[in-house]
């Protein structure tokens, strides 16, 4: 996946600001795919050049004037392609490419605290992931509101359980790993 065909799917639903496409990316798919304002940006602006976009500059009175970004037909088979490709990402959804567990790997070349602090570490932020994750699933609601089609949001919420369940296994390895490395000090 490239962050263009998550914000491709996500101006599918409709007409947005890149602020709000900013905000419902990384409310939606930011727990499985990163993407900062300036990338966004830059990949708007892209895919506008490559006909996939339209934009229309809004003046408001109050505020900033801001820019809305709407699907094109052309937008619209690019996703479409994108979403048919029988490949779907699967064996890349499971290669695993961590300098964290290459350092747990090695961890026998340093001294034992060195590892359980970066294990530590590593269970905290899992931790906190898990906790953010249940802002997601508020957005899940949020964003059903202006999307009323239960079968898509059937599918933002297996995606929500996914993550959960991966955040979940990462906290109870990083405890089973800290019981069996603390236990040996």
Known sequence: MSLKHGLLGLLNYGVMSGYELNKAFNASLGFFWQGQASQIYRELAAMERSGWLTS???VQEDKPSKKL???TEAGKKALAEWLADPDGGVAEALRVRSAFLMRVFFGGE?????????????????????????ATSASVAEYAQTVPDE?????WRLVAKFGDGYY??????????????????
Do not use: C, Q
């Not at 294990?119 to 898990?130: G, H, P």
């Not at 079968?151 to 599918?155: A, G, L, P």
């Not at 990462?170 to 490395?181: D, I, N, P, Q, S």
């Open 69 to 71: 970004y709407a699907l």
């Open 56 to 58: 229309e500059r809004v």
């Open 151 to 155: 079968n898509k949001i059937k599918y």
């Open 168 to 185: 979940r296994a990462a906290v109870e390895w990083a405890r089973k790993a800290l019981a069996e490395l603390e236990a040996k000090l």
């Open 110 to 134: 340093t001294p034992p605290v060195e590892t359980i602090a970066l294990i530590r570490a590593f269970r905290d932020e899992s931790e906190k992931a898990l906790r953010a994750l249940g």
